[in-house]
């Protein structure tokens, strides 16, 4: 699988972006798709994730209630649809595939985007 995201750019904070995944690959659908972020200095954070099946979705508590992640697998595409955006969510957006059982972990993710830069003005 192969996956290529967008959608990233500059906003003002309270704006919102919304980042896609496009991926290739015949068995896309098959895979839990999730989005990382990485922020200069830290770590490689959870974002949401979705499941292949029923479309289950998680997200980390920052932000909860404020992103949401969609897949579309007839496009073979996944949303991150980011709204109220806040300065501490600027980063470098990755999307990632997988199949293992560690949903938040960059583990659980055998493919990786090339990621897209978010930045959020104060």
């Known amino acids: 699988v192969q996956l290529q995201a967008s959608g990233g750019g500059l906003v003002q904070a309270g704006g919102s972006l919304r980042l896609s995944c496009a991926a290739s690959?015949?068995?896309?659908?098959?895979?839990?798709m999730g989005w990382f972020r990485q922020a200069p200095g830290k770590e490689r954070e959870f974002v949401a994730a979705?499941?292949?099946?029923?479309?289950?979705?998680y997200y980390a508590n920052s932000v909860k209630g404020r992103f949401t992640c969609s897949r579309d697998n007839a496009k073979n595409t996944v949303y991150l649809q980011m709204n109220s955006l806040k300065p501490e969510d600027a980063a470098v957006y990755y999307c990632?595939?997988?199949?293992?059982?560690?949903?938040?972990?960059?583990?659980?993710?055998?493919?990786w985007g090339q990621g897209t830069l978010v930045t959020v003005s104060s």
């Open positions: 979705i499941s292949w099946g029923n479309g289950y979705t």
């Open positions: 990632a595939a997988g199949g293992a059982a560690s949903v938040t972990l960059v583990r659980g993710y055998d493919y």
């Open positions: 690959g015949r068995t896309f659908s098959r895979y839990r």
